[in-house]
């Protein structure tokens, strides 16, 4: 299964010391660099990160046209991989167009971007093509924001759904499912926070213990953060 991203120098960081590090699944990579800030600020919801989302979007836009038929993976940096996903991936995309994460758990409706399957067919091709005419680089959490608008409209004809827990992300506002698989080190400001989230899950899991988990929930007063 071929995946797709882009990077930039301020996250390769992520790329290559978790992403690759702990990848179980035999994915055939297909990465694009973004080179560097060239002194822009680089946080969330700064021009930079509007401007990686587009060029992001562009690029997923063309994997879709090129694999036409396929299943293919979209996937952002911020993630950890605890066993593998390919078996997950194909049972939860049998009989649908694109599988996101959910942003919250239980499932809402709301999803997140952040590790994506979708079925390369027209259907797809136009979802994403509707995305890319929106201005999504003004709205709140940039792609992410368009894509839920999208799903919601009535006139939407495409078969999605969404993983389960155990491709977990903390915006799901739960203790990770004893079978994670994934963890999405989202509802950070910056690579360094990401960084620590990672650990910090990494540890959990490796301990079996979630005590640290509902501490760090509560510091971090988790339950309202709304920030990719």
Not at 113 to 141: H, Q, S, W
Not at 201 to 216: E, G, H, P, T
Request: net charge positive; glycine share 4%; with cysteine.
């Amino acid at each position: 299964m071929k995946v797709f991203g882009v990077y930039s120098e301020e996250n390769k960081k992520l790329k290559d010391d978790w992403f690759l590090k702990t990848l179980v699944d035999d994915f055939e990579l297909n990465f694009s660099y973004l080179g560097s800030n060239s002194g822009q600020e680089v946080h969330f919801s700064s021009d930079y990160w509007f401007n990686a989302l587009r060029k992001r979007h562009e690029y997923l836009c063309q994997a879709i046209r090129d694999n036409q038929g396929d299943i293919i993976l979209s996937t952002d940096f911020d993630i950890q991989f605890f066993g593998p996903c390919l078996p997950i991936i194909n049972k939860s995309s049998a009989e649908k167009d694109i599988v996101f994460q959910s942003e919250w758990w239980p499932p809402t409706g709301e999803v997140n971007v952040g590790f994506v399957a979708i079925r390369c067919n027209e259907k797809t091709l136009d979802f994403y093509n509707r995305t890319a005419r929106m201005e999504f680089e003004k709205m709140p959490l940039g792609a992410q924001s368009a894509i839920n608008k999208l799903l919601q409209e009535k006139s939407n004809n495409l078969n999605w759904g969404v993983f389960p827990a155990q491709i977990w992300a903390r915006s799901h506002g739960c203790a990770p499912p004893d079978d994670i698989a994934l963890h999405h080190a989202n509802c950070t400001v910056n690579t360094a926070a990401k960084v620590k989230q990672l650990k910090l899950i990494r540890r959990m899991v490796s301990a079996k213990s979630w005590s640290l988990y509902w501490i760090y929930k509560k510091v971090y007063n988790f339950k309202n953060t709304r920030i990719k």
